[in-house]
């Protein structure tokens, strides 16, 4: 029986494999998830320079004034991000308003006051080179004098009808108004653009802006620069965690990733496990369709089909997601090295991580049989795919709801929610993953280990005696009552 149950495994294994359709099938996933974050990444590094000037007409002249104030907290806030692991840099950090953006030389003394090696002076040529490699919010957006629109002079009504007229024809993205006395009362600040959409620009220079007024606004209340900078300043918390020895630590980036990682893998656990049983479906249906199965039934017996067709399905659903594993650390590698800000994630060791994977793969199994026990139930009472299309839409909905909860159970693996789900048997796979950074207590391992194995031989004793009846029905499909009918022969 072993032996004839391999024979329809591997031939149902090999139908898949040989064919050039399953191979592109594989990689049009991982190519598709790379396309969605290469687009957007080289989109928005390909962006275009947003033109923009101001129309001031404040009579302290600001705009002059939040350019410079943009432009130089732009630029700190890219060292901040270059010095975050030197703590003696970052204190060697200037006042902000102590700062010229617009001036290379104070630039320069900047850079040399707090070098990303604190011990280190860098030269005033090392100084440029270093301040010409730092990529800035900032760098997307250019200022435009107003002469150069020819609208420096005349009346508000004619330079503002002269801008409109620029953003309408292309050379400008948008233009700010600072009018009245901001310092009193804002609400006469305008932006003007017609994209409305993009609020970069804008979200960007009110930044700025706030900045500047802030500032004023505190010299005119009298109170002391320093007193104001203690008061506005923003209240964290330093994020720690406590270790197994008890002992308090820093979290890190990676570890972050880390609890964060079980989303993605049930994600791929789900497109892995749907796309498995909905090839067994399709494959069951077409072959009793074209009455291939009746062929077959001459040399084996219905369960040894079941099986060996479930098994060979299953081992395609494995080369799958071998290739996707392939295929996953291939692009963290070669993502690495495009944008080197992902190796802090540490992402190669998380894809690579043998507990998840090992769990994938064993999860995967689980799962997969459980619905393919379902999905080739349904297949065996059906004479098209558009019957079956029908039927499995119940389950098809049942199969959507682990994606709905899969955030909130990583955010609480351990919490009520996340326990009821992981003790329903169509969902213990892709809970139990997906609490996999918890992680849940060991003998909770065990228990769910004992349901789901018990849950898929039940699954399989029960679609064993529909398949043995419904595979070589033709005509309309049983009804429902019909079915339970079989369920309870023996």
Not at 182 to 197: F, M
Request: net charge neutral; glycine share 6%; charged share 20%.
């Amino acid at each position: 029986m072993a032996s004839k149950t391999l024979l329809v495994a591997q031939r149902e294994y090999l139908d898949n494999v040989r064919t050039k359709t399953f191979w592109l099938g594989i990689l049009a996933f991982p190519a598709i998830f790379a396309l969605a974050i290469g687009i957007g990444w080289v989109m928005n590094k390909t962006k275009a320079t947003q033109a923009y000037t101001v129309l001031d007409l404040t009579a302290a002249r600001l705009g002059d004034r939040i350019e410079q104030n943009a432009r130089a907290n732009d630029l700190i806030a890219s060292l901040r991000r270059m010095l975050r692991e030197d703590a003696a840099a970052l204190a060697a950090l200037p006042d902000l308003d102590a700062v010229d953006a617009t001036d290379p030389e104070s630039m320069q003394t900047l850079l040399r006051d707090a070098p990303k090696d604190a011990a280190a002076k860098l030269d005033p040529a090392a100084a440029q080179k270093l301040l010409a490699s730092i990529e800035t919010i900032g760098q997307k957006y250019r200022f435009v004098p107003l002469d150069e629109l020819a609208a420096a002079t005349g009346t508000r009504a004619e330079r503002e009808k002269l801008l409109n007229q620029r953003i309408n024809d292309g050379r400008l993205f948008a233009y700010f108004v600072l009018d009245g006395d901001p310092v009193v009362d804002s609400s006469q600040l305008t932006y003007v653009s017609n994209n409305l959409t993009d609020d970069a620009l804008r979200d960007w220079y009110e930044g700025a802006a706030t900045r500047v007024i802030r500032k004023l606004r505190v010299a005119d209340a009298n109170i002391e620069p320093a007193v104001a900078r203690h008061i506005q300043q923003w209240v964290g918390f330093k994020a720690e965690q406590v270790t197994a020895t008890g002992e308090r630590e820093d979290v890190k980036k990676e570890q972050k990733a880390n609890k964060f990682a079980p989303v993605v893998f049930v994600y791929l656990l789900w497109i892995a496990v749907f796309t498995a049983a909905q090839m067994l479906l399709t494959n069951t249906v077409e072959e009793k369709s074209n009455r291939i199965i009746e062929v077959l039934l001459s040399s084996v017996s219905p369960g040894q089909l079941m099986a060996g067709k479930i098994w060979g399905i299953g081992a395609t659903g494995l080369t799958l997601i071998l290739s996707w594993a392939l295929c996953g650390l291939l692009g963290v590698s070669l993502g690495t090295k495009v944008v080197p800000q992902l190796a802090e994630w540490n992402l190669q060791d998380i894809v690579g991580d043998p507990l998840y994977l090992a769990s994938f793969v064993g999860y995967f199994l689980t799962g997969y049989l459980l619905f393919a026990a379902i999905l080739v139930a349904i297949g065996s009472v059906c004479n098209s795919l558009k019957e079956a299309q029908n039927l499995v839409q119940p389950v098809f909905i049942l199969l959507m709801i682990p994606i709905f909860a899969m955030v909130p159970i990583v955010q609480e693996p351990n919490g009520l929610m996340a326990r009821v789900f992981t003790y329903i048997p169509l969902y213990t796979p892709f809970a139990m993953m997906n609490r996999a950074s918890g992680p849940p207590p060991a003998w909770e391992y065990a228990v769910t280990t004992v349901l789901i194995l018990f849950s898929v031989w039940f699954a399989f004793r029960a679609a064993g005696k529909v398949f043995r009846v419904g595979v070589l029905m033709t005509g309309n499909p049983p009804k429902l009552r019909e079915i339970l009918s079989w369920l309870r022969q023996e």
